[in-house]
């Protein structure tokens, strides 16, 4: 593998926007993300810490990019055909699968109308413990992670009275995710707002909005597909490169 600069990585990647969108999205949020190709120009590989997203249509590729990583390596947002070849004949491990959903642009994004007395707005940091405390993966440094993803990149949280009612921020890749309304506030449409308004921040930043759902989860598939606008566009997996026996 040779390391390449950004302005060749664009040209390969932005010739199939969608199925690179989490490549993109990573080098998009992260100055010190590295590229990668083969000497055959048969693929791509963004590097990030101990994460590395790839894409290619080749085997070959597949194969070179799994023989050359370390042990302690996670494959991420992987495309599905790919994770079940390295799954099969590497014996790479993956948990479960996530529906990517983009907004293409082809329906009307929701314009939720917002109640009298609230105000959508980024989040306050002063609600980042809070935040983590609800969070689905809290655990050593989702805290860290948060606070990164709070102060480098968009977000948007509903607030009333100075208290923050709902919330949606970026991932480290560009993904739109960690929405959340707290039990005692859902039923109320918050969702649909903060998650319209966080899609209009990722637009007027010249990205392609996207989530990452998990595959039972079906609420917020429904609430992506059906009352925000986005389309599924594929099934993506995290793959762990199994150590060695």
Not at 3 to 28: F, S, W
Not at 36 to 41: F, P, R, V
Not at 83 to 95: E, Q, T, V
Not at 230 to 243: G, M, S
Request: with cysteine.
């Amino acid at each position: 593998m040779k390391k390449i600069d950004r302005q060749r990585a664009a040209e390969y990647l932005n010739a199939d926007k969608i199925n690179t969108i989490a490549l993109t999205g990573v080098l998009a949020a992260n100055k010190d993300a590295e590229v990668y190709e083969n000497q055959h120009g048969e693929g791509m590989m963004v590097v990030k810490g101990r994460q590395r997203y790839i894409y290619s249509p080749d085997k070959r590729f597949w194969d070179e990019c799994f023989y050359t990583a370390p042990d302690d390596v996670c494959f991420a947002c992987l495309h599905r055909e790919i994770a079940d070849y390295l799954k099969d004949n590497f014996g790479a491990f993956y948990d479960d699968y996530c529906h990517i959903c983009a907004f293409l642009g082809d329906k009307p994004y929701a314009n939720p109308i917002i109640p009298d007395g609230y105000e959508v707005k980024d989040i306050d940091v002063k609600d980042l413990d809070y935040i983590n405390d609800y969070y689905t993966y809290k655990g050593e440094g989702s805290r860290e992670r948060l606070l990164e993803e709070i102060t480098d990149r968009p977000s948007c949280a509903l607030y009333r009275n100075g208290k923050i009612q709902a919330w949606n921020l970026i991932h480290a890749d560009y993904s739109m995710g960690v929405m959340f309304v707290p039990p005692f506030n859902r039923g109320k449409g918050y969702a649909q707002i903060v998650g319209s308004e966080l899609l209009k921040k990722v637009i007027a930043a010249g990205r392609i909005p996207y989530v990452q759902i998990v595959s039972d989860n079906i609420p917020s598939l429904n609430l992506a597909t059906q009352r925000l606008g986005f389309t599924k566009v594929f099934e993506a997996c995290w793959v762990r490169k199994t150590p060695k026996e």
